[in-house]
Each structure stands twice: as C-alpha cells, then as structure tokens.
C-alpha cells in the first residue's frame, strides 16, 4: 500500500539554526500536506500542496514539492523554541478520503 | 477551519470495561475519521465514520472492538470496548474540509 517516510526521524538543533524534513513516497502523490504537533498536543494543519515544484512559504517555513509529485520538503529557517514538535507530511491515499500520513520528524530547539 | 471538540480528555480505565470517546464538531462535515497514536509514533487510522452507513474499518481494526456511530454531520462517537493495557494510546477524531483535516484536542487513554 501507499506509504510516506520521513527524514529524519528526530533532530535537535541549536536556536537559530536551520531545519530541514524530507517526505518521501515511492507513488505520485495527488498533493501534499504539512501538520505539526505540539507535545502533548494534536496535530494543526500547515499548509497544503498541489502543483509540481509548487514552493510556498509562511514567515520562516518553506514548502516545497518535488517536480515528480513523490517528495515533498519542509525547511524551517533560524529556527526557535517555539518550533518544537513533530511535523507530519500526509497525503490522501488514492481514490479515497483518507490521509496517509508519514512518520514524522521530531524537532527539538535549544536555546 | 473545523473546530473539535472531544471527551473526555483523559481517562484511566479497569481491563475489560469499555470507554467511549465523543468527538463534536462546529459545522457540518461529511468526513470524520478516528485515529490512534502512540507515544512518539505517527497516526494510524482506525476507521472513517459515514454518515448514515457503518463505519469504514482499516485493517487490524474490527467493529466488535471499536464501534462507532456517526449519527448526524456534527457528532461521532468511539468506543473502545473489553479494554486491554495494549489499547493504552491516545485517540484522535479529526473531520476534513476539502483534502485537509482538523483535529479534536484528542483523548488519552490508560487501561490497567
């Protein structure tokens, strides 16, 4: 079945360094999206992808998909405290409505 | 966006009693989906919550464990039943707008 793997698992950077998360899928996706979770919180929608190449950007994060549709990137520029979580990429699973989502990438920012 | 609630936030249960978890939303949606996560893991789906049909089960997930019922656009409840310690998780309802989702606060669950 269809499956997203993440990149890395868990990192942990300095204040002010940047960070970068990779999706990976081995199908072409119809679209890609981004979640964050908090800890102890649930995951909050991000952003949403659609077009090939297709790079959006919210203040200090930039999403990115691939030219085939099979990755996605999300880079978060001097990173801070307040983005520690888990990112989640997630795409809907073929001819259906449900989101698979890939493993996550857990983000810890030290001051 | 959606906004969800769900109840109740926590909850401590006795191997072999059932819980059941409500999920309300703010406006009517046609698609609801109940998730479960592990500490430090990603969601796995349980199931899609139909309005008006019984609900869409993954595989690994059985309607005599986890019945559901979605009886209207705004509500859906999970019950997770004849409890176990390896039912410990924390459930998560979401419904979806479009392609996107929106999630409840979640419901952590310990059983004993």
């Known amino acids: 079945g269809q499956q997203v793997m993440q990149i890395p698992q868990y990192q942990h950077v300095q204040e002010g360094e940047d960070f970068t998360t990779y999706c990976n899928s081995s199908?072409?996706?119809?679209?890609i999206q981004w979640y964050k979770q908090r800890p102890g919180g649930h995951p909050v929608f991000l952003i949403q992808?659609?077009?090939?190449?297709e790079v959006k950007k919210q203040k200090r994060l930039t999403f990115q998909f691939g030219e085939a549709k099979k990755n996605s990137s999300l880079h978060i520029t001097a990173t801070q405290t307040t983005d520690v979580g888990t990112y989640f990429c997630?795409?809907?699973?073929?001819?259906?409505?449900?989101?698979?989502f890939g493993t996550g990438t857990r983000l810890q920012v030290f001051p | 966006s959606a906004v969800i609630s769900q109840k109740p936030s926590r909850d401590i249960c006795q191997r072999g009693t059932s819980l059941t978890i409500q999920c309300q939303v703010d406006s009517q949606v046609t698609m609801m989906f109940w998730y479960r996560q592990q500490p430090g893991q990603s969601l796995t789906l349980i199931a899609t919550?139909?309005?008006?049909?019984?609900?869409?089960?993954e595989s690994g997930f059985v309607i005599d464990k986890f019945p559901i019922s979605r009886p209207n656009l705004t509500f859906s409840t999970l019950t997770v039943s004849n409890m176990s310690p390896e039912d410990s998780s924390i459930y998560l309802c979401?419904?979806?707008?479009?392609?996107?989702?929106?999630f409840g606060p979640g419901t952590r669950l310990t059983v004993l």
């Open positions: 992808l659609v077009k090939s190449g």
């Open positions: 997630a795409s809907p699973s073929y001819n259906t409505d449900k989101l698979i």
């Open positions: 199908t072409t996706l119809s679209n």
């Open positions: 979401s419904a979806a707008e479009a392609d996107t989702q929106y």
């Open positions: 919550a139909n309005q008006g049909s019984e609900a869409t089960y």
